[in-house]
């Protein structure tokens, strides 16, 4: 990918993996919050949970914007509007995006045929980060939001 913006970034270190976030300059405080939250959290988690990370770095979160059109781009980057549903459906993406640094990228398939597994992987470990940082009660929901999509 290419981006071409004014950006603002952040770097800093999670147990010596280097974490980057790049958002536009207008957006840098609540930006750099957005992603640096809820990708700290999940570092963490999956490192203790599953295993180390294996890279030497993290793939670099990214805001992305809208097209001359007015269309959006990239609506998985895209910083939400500031409302709660926004804001935790924003942090689910981040958290299941994280989730492929182990499954998708670390684990990958043999065949495209079996490409679902990665996605099914990264689902299952964001409501797994869910219920260990929200509580049982939202895996639940999460269960339940996934079984009426």
């Not at 010596?16 to 976030?21: F, S």
């Not at 207008?26 to 930006?31: C, E, M, P, Q």
């Not at 182990?102 to 980060?129: C, H, I, M, P, R």
């Amino acid at each position: 990918m290419l981006g071409v913006a004014r950006f603002a970034a952040a770097r800093r270190r999670r147990n010596g993996t280097p974490l980057e976030t790049w958002v536009f300059h207008k957006d840098r405080d609540a930006g750099f919050h957005d992603f640096a939250v809820p990708v700290k959290e999940a570092m963490a988690f999956y490192s203790e949970f599953i295993g180390p990370f294996s890279y030497e770095a993290r793939q670099r979160a990214v805001q992305l914007g809208e097209r001359r059109d007015g269309g959006r781009l990239g609506h998985l980057l895209q910083r939400p509007e500031r409302d709660r549903d926004a804001s935790v459906r924003w942090r689910n993406v981040i958290i299941h995006e994280i989730a492929h640094q182990w499954w998708g990228n670390a684990v990958t398939e043999k065949d495209w045929n079996d490409v679902w597994l990665s996605g099914g992987f990264a689902t299952y470990f964001t409501l797994l980060f869910i219920e260990h940082a929200y509580g049982r009660d939202a895996f639940a929901d999460g269960l339940r939001d996934l079984a009426r999509r």
